[in-house]
């Protein structure tokens, strides 16, 4: 079993996307194991894309992440991470698949829906940078 952080972004909120978003994880067996709803500050939008600090979106990244509340998810499965990865599709939503979130639902390369760790090390500092012990489940 492996763990991967999720977030639906602003842009999935305030599109009313949760429900999708999740629909598809449920059925293709990512068992939602913690979730919450945040609203995070510039401040904590730049830490959770600290790795990104010097590229040229980063500001308005941040921005856009901090701009209303996002759902932060922990998805538990057999290659949760990857599996995450291919039904988000690419970055760039004019890459992503047909069938992929990004593809249905993105407008731009930035406002892209959904974030998901890239390995397994990016998904353990993820988690833990939402979320304790205490707030994820076995079940
Ligand atoms: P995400 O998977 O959350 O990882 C970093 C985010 O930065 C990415 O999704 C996009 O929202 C954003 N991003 C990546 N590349 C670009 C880019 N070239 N221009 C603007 N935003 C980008």
Redesign the pocket.
Known sequence: MERTLS?I?PDGVSKRLIGEVIKRFEKNDLRIVAMKMVHLSKKEAEGF?AV?SE???FD??TN?MSSGPIVVMVLEGKGAIKKNRELMGA??YKEAKPGTIRHEFAS?????I???S?SPETASTEIAYFLNALEIFDY
């Open positions: 977030i972004k894309y990104h590229r040229p979106f308005s990244l856009f970055t760039n731009s390369i930035e406002q892209n959904v974030h998901g890239d």
